[in-house]
């Protein structure tokens, strides 16, 4: 099996009726681990910029963060590489920044944190610029969005930082921006946020986190947490429909892409790219160069008429069955 996957990854992500599906990979750990990847990808979907914070004992330095991301911009060029800020909170701890709350899934989490200090993400966001110098390949990607306001000063604080580089002599075109829909909240101001942003991406991990009131953690729970229950599928569904309208470029960089049923039906809703973890990548194209676009739209109708997860698990295992 592992023969034929490694032949897999060197052709094209292609169904057998013709639609290419861009796939992309998530990264977080050092270039070494996924430069190789560059030719069977198209980009990074998401650089989690808080592994190699953890991965420290301080906050890194500006000119430590910039040879980081020069490091991914430089092996990924001319591919986009989508680099979030900062997604700290919840699950994920720096041991020199301690926060401790009762509901940390629902507290000071993500752009919360940096919002609540700018010179901590002034910091990460004048590194991204710097490093992207003669590369043009750069895109800023701001996590936990809630509201408007979260967008606005987060996009000053962008422009802020271009300005300042400015005056030191470093000329940079704008960057691409965009903001991960991950609150359920975002889903209804999608029109508002289309107006501000250049791209979306979905974070399947939170969303469905939040859309069912489940701690994506917590094993007592673990079997309520599913993002194929028929709630997170419509509105995934209706995410893809919405932003194909604003014509927002919408990719799903959630752990949903990188499983093969999740990533056909993501594909027959119209999602434009789908990240996930280099280990996924050859098993998801291996399921996308077996269907056709037009089965896996049929896919989706099917299992978008199913009451219940059980029923969607079932009904996937048995037409995955069918596509061995
Ligand atoms: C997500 O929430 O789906 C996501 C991609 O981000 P993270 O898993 O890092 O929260
Ligand atoms: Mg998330």
Redesign the pocket.
């Known amino acids: 099996l592992s023969e034929v996957l490694e032949h897999e990854q060197d052709r094209p992500s292609e169904t057998p009726d013709g639609h290419h599906q861009p796939l992309m990979v ?1 990264t977080g750990l050092a270039v070494e681990a996924v430069a190789s990847l560059k030719s069977r990808v198209s980009g990074v979907g ?1 650089y ?1 910029t ?1 592994v190699p914070f953890m991965m420290n004992e301080r906050f890194p330095s500006e000119q430590e963060q910039t040879r980081l991301y020069h490091d991914q911009l430089e092996s990924f060029a001319p591919l986009p590489v989508v680099m ?1 800020t900062l ?1 700290i909170g ?1 699950d ?1 701890d720096l041991p020199y920044f301690p926060i401790d709350e009762a509901n940390p899934f629902l507290g000071w989490r ?1 752009i919360r944190v940096t919002l609540d200090h700018p010179e901590v993400l002034m910091v990460q966001l004048r590194a991204m610029l710097r490093a992207s110098v003669g590369l043009d390949n750069l895109c800023i990607l701001l ?1 936990m969005i809630s509201s408007i306001e979260e967008v606005e000063t987060a996009l000053k604080l962008i422009d802020r930082a271009q300005r300042e580089l400015a005056e030191e002599g470093v000329q940079l075109a704008r960057p691409q921006v965009g903001v ?1 829909i ?1 609150v359920p909240g975002t889903l209804y101001q999608l029109d508002a946020l289309a107006a501000r942003v250049d791209f979306f ?9 939040y859309l069912l009131a489940v701690d ?1 953690n917590n094993p007592r729970v673990a079997s309520l947490y599913d993002a194929c229950h028929p709630a997170v599928l419509g509105a995934l569904s209706y995410l893809a429909t919405e932003s194909r309208r604003l014509q927002v470029p919408t990719s ?5 892409a990188g499983d093969p049923a999740g990533a056909l039906l993501l594909m027959g809703m119209g999602f434009e790219a789908l ?1 996930m973890n280099a280990p996924s990548l050859s098993r998801v194209r291996a399921a996308i160069r077996r269907v056709p676009l037009t089965d896996a739209r049929k896919l989706l109708d099917e299992t978008l008429a199913l009451p219940t997860t059980a029923a969607v698990r079932a009904h996937l295992r048995q037409r995955m069955g069918e596509w061995k």
């Open positions: 998530n998401l989690r808080e979030r997604d919840g994920k993500g996590p991960m991950e991406s979905v974070g399947s991990n939170d969303l469905t986190q994506r799903v960089c959630g752990e949903l990240s």
